[in-house]
């Protein structure tokens, strides 16, 4: 490079810092107001289920108004109604189900309508209690094609179906009548909502919703007393994929008809097609739930249990808790232990500084104004300017910041959501391997020089998290209805990036800078221990993501210690792969002999980066979780260096006692 491009590249250096420098002031105004949102969103509900409910009160011979007193007592604001099936109600002895001429066969056929006549290709539910009949028969007659209703002293409803040619047939036939929803128990409905709890319903999905079913079931949700917020039942949304039809469920609960708005819930860890949809067409009107089945509850106790329930509420904003309980198969044992165990969660919940409400409440909103968004962008743009100046490509710097910056601003005006995710993407991938280049040198350091390289090289990769924070901050990241993209991708580009730029790049030779690099591998045996953990480091990449993935009994106890010792539990690729590795490679020099090191240090600064694409988690949390990775990264990555220079010092000693053997 002569010394006019020289002069270029520094003024080229200059001028994509500034720009960067005034998008990460522009997004720290962005973290400041959400910093606030955050402390306000401090309002937790407690729920039951209301089948929980009396259960308890009968398995201990409570009335229902002394079991729901108990409830309140500690906490406990909501009760959750599940919307019954005709499965519930035959279970109930409300309905029984026949088909084709075997209805002649039962005990009620005397009562049924003389118009009925039998056909092999009906199902027959009969409704065997009158105080339910109105109820059923909309519901079976709005919801399924083509149904008949015969009334009587034991009304009717025919429902068409093929006809069944064997017993597999016959009971599938049933088994998909069954599991219709026919609305809910209206006499416990009333009964707990005058004992002062909120109802949450939770509505079962059916094929082809028409305007008149949705209406039904619409207007049975809204004249509900004390409601909450609507829950759905099934993996797809009523009338999903029909987008037409999904924005006229939007239209009856949104309230431009009536007036009267509806929450809609979701859960956590619960894939739901459609709802993600159907909250962005409710303005993101969504309270967010996790709950414990009661098949888990049977691995939990009470002080795990709590443990999960505070983590979901401190660092994944869950407002909403359905809380199953201990035991509930067999309600006359554990009332006790129940008892207490909501009152513990009470106690930590208000500890933790939390307001325990009777109904949600919608996060506040981050304003970010459309010239913030530009400079954010741009600021990314200027980041992959610099890489390109890494490279030495000062005319392609300036080309590349062009192009990015054109299409950026272009995407924004175009489709504004894709953009800022896009974007964010960009910048998790730019400043981790801007860091790296900057910082990756390949002269050996101090110990305590190595330290002050790793927390520069994490301040550089740190823009990152600050753009992307300022990118994603909407109500539409924080309740998960949308979510940061590309999350592997985020963790491949820079693994890939950084070795290929600073060992291979300008490389006369390509594939004898290659064999060279493997043969250092070898050569430096000590190197080959690094190299099994940095696999090790891959096989943590493969379980990044916003899921939970299984965690073997010791990493789970690693994870509670820490967890209980620092408050927030640090991330694991940080702490134990990144941050020690990054040192090992400073204290040693970032040369071709140890690229192999390159590796696990890069997964610790994506990993710094994508603690914050978990935009539903409280930026203090994040924060708090990344210092305590330093601290625990820092002091391992000191004792890494130690037992490696022993190790390499017992070898040498061992080499020259070999030597003089020979």
Sequence with gaps: ?????????????????????????????????????????????????????????????????????????????????????????????????????LL????????????????????????????????????????LAGTIYYEGEVSVIAVPVM???????????????????????????????SLGLSIIPQVRSWDNPSDLSLRLVMNEIKAMPNLSYLLFNDKDIPGYPDESVMRKLADFLNGSQDGKPVTIGTIEFTDQHGLSQLGVLLNKNVVRMHTISNGEMSKYDLNSALDRWMLAVRE???????????????????????????????????????????????????????????LLGIGVAAGAMLIVLEMRLPKLSLVTFVLASVLWLGLLAVSPVMARKLMALASVCVFPTLGCLLMMKPEGKSIGKTIVSLLSMSAISFIGAVLMVGLLADVLFMLKLDGFVGVKLAHVIPIVAVPTILYLWNTENLLRTVKMLLDKTAEYKWLVIAAVIAVAGMIYLSRTGNTTAQLSTAEQLMRTYLNDIMGVRPRTKEFMIGYPFAMLLFYFGASRKNWILTIPAIIGQVSLVNTYAH??????????????????????????????????????KLEKINLKGE
């Design 1 to 101: 490079m002569g010394e006019r491009d020289i002069v270029k590249s520094k003024g080229l250096k200059k001028f994509a810092w500034i720009l960067v420098a005034i998008s990460v002031l522009c997004s720290l105004t962005i973290w400041a107001q959400r910093i606030g949102v955050e402390k306000e969103y401090n309002h937790v509900q407690m729920v039951v289920n209301s089948n929980d409910v009396y259960a308890l009160a009968n398995g201990n011979q409570l009335t229902t108004a002394e079991m729901v007193e108990m409830l309140q007592e500690r906490g406990v604001s909501a009760a959750l109604f599940k919307e019954l099936s005709i499965a519930d109600l035959k279970n109930r002895g409300i309905v029984s189900l026949e088909v084709g001429h």
């Design 316 to 374: 994944r904003n869950m407002r909403s808790l359905l809380v199953r309980f201990f035991d509930i198969d067999t309600p006359a044992v554990g009332l006790n232990e129940n008892l207490l165990y909501l009152e513990t969660l009470q106690n930590e919940l208000l500890a933790k500084g939390f307001t325990l409400d009777e109904n949600y409440e919608k996060p506040g909103s981050v304003q970010v104004n459309v010239w913030l968004l530009r």
């Design 615 to 652: 935009i539903h988690t409280p930026l203090l949390i994040s924060l708090q979780r990344s210092l305590n990775g330093f601290i625990i990264g820092i002091v391992l990555g000191c004792l890494l260096i130690v037992a490696v220079k022993l190790c390499i010092e017992w070898y040498r």
């Design 104 to 143: 002649k066969k039962a005990d009620y056929y005397e009562q049924v309508s003389e118009d009925l006549e039998t056909n092999q290709a009906m199902l027959y539910v009969a409704i065997l209690d009158k105080k339910w009949e109105e109820q059923i028969a909309a519901h079976l007659q709005y919801k």
């Design 163 to 193: 006809v069944p040619t064997g017993e597999g047939e016959f009971n599938s036939l049933q088994n998909a009548v069954k599991e219709i929803g026919v609305g809910f128990d209206w006499q416990q409905i009333e009964e707990l909502s």
